[in-house]
T-cell receptor, first 113, second 113 residues
Framework: KAGVTQTPRYLIKTRGQQVTLSCSPI?????VSWYQQTPGQGLQFLFE???????NKGNFPGRFSGRQFSNSRSEMNVSTLELGDSALYLC????????????FGPGTRLLVL | DAKTTQPTSMDCAEGRAANLPCNHS???????VYWYRQIHSQGPQYIIH???NNETNEMASLIITEDRKSSTLILPHATLRDTAVYYC??????????????FGRGTQLTVWP
């Protein structure tokens, strides 16, 4: 089975722009979770989508949003980028029952200038 | 979710067993102990998880104390490729935070030749 894929792998944006990141889960997985990793804050949970609905949300401002499509692929969007949004954005997929293992993709490294 | 405590760093000689401890004294009955590792700037890799019993797979063994307040991840024959940050996570099996992973700072394991 193919693993979790994320596109693009690297991205450079400027302050004020918006960005969309994409995540394709493992085949058959219906849950996609997003995490942000920075040197200062470590790995932090952004949100989780299951069956096209946001099921869980972390403590991030409304500039961070996401969606999930009927094929379980997910996108996250960050509007009005700030320098502090520079980070590694990771997505993880799982079957969606909640208690099972999450598998991570390689991440998208975003640099905001 | 229960917080976990891990040493900041550990060293291990190649070919020897690496024993990584984790304290989770406030873990509740429905929380699983998960271990992931992250090699620099890559996505976290799932290693193993358990609830009460000790577990073993092709990568590692997980020893959970009878009172479930601590656990140890054992890499039986560490190699240079095992150098990574290892995260111990207490993950809810049900409830409002179902599916969310809380990452701490982890343990930087360095395997030396």
């Amino acid at each position: 089975k193919a693993g979790v894929t994320q596109t693009p792998r690297y991205l450079i944006k400027t302050r004020g722009q918006q960005v969309t990141l994409s995540c394709s889960p493992i085949s058959g997985h219906r849950s996609v979770s997003w995490y942000q990793q920075t040197p200062g804050q470590g790995l932090q949970f952004l949100f989780e989508y299951f069956s096209e609905t946001q099921r869980n949300k972390g403590n991030f401002p409304g500039r961070f949003s996401g969606r999930q499509f009927s094929n379980s692929r997910s996108e996250m969007n960050v509007s009005t980028l700030e320098l502090g949004d520079s980070a590694l954005y990771l997505c993880a997929s799982s079957l969606g029952r909640g208690e099972e293992t999450q598998y991570f993709g390689p991440g998208t490294r975003l640099l905001v200038l | 979710d229960a917080k976990t405590t891990q040493p900041t760093s550990m060293d291990c000689a190649e070919g020897r067993a690496a024993n990584l401890p984790c304290n989770h004294s406030t873990i509740s009955g429905n929380e699983y102990v998960y271990w992931y590792r992250q090699i620099h700037s890559q996505g976290p890799q799932y290693i193993i998880h358990g609830l009460k019993n000790n577990e073993t797979n092709e990568m590692a063994s997980l020893i959970i104390t009878e009172d479930r307040k601590s656990s140890t991840l054992i890499l039986p024959h560490a190699t240079l490729r095992d150098t990574a940050v290892y995260y111990c996570i207490a993950k809810a099996g049900r409830g409002s935070t179902l599916g969310r992973l809380y990452f701490g700072r982890g343990t930087q394991l360095t395997v030396w030749p």
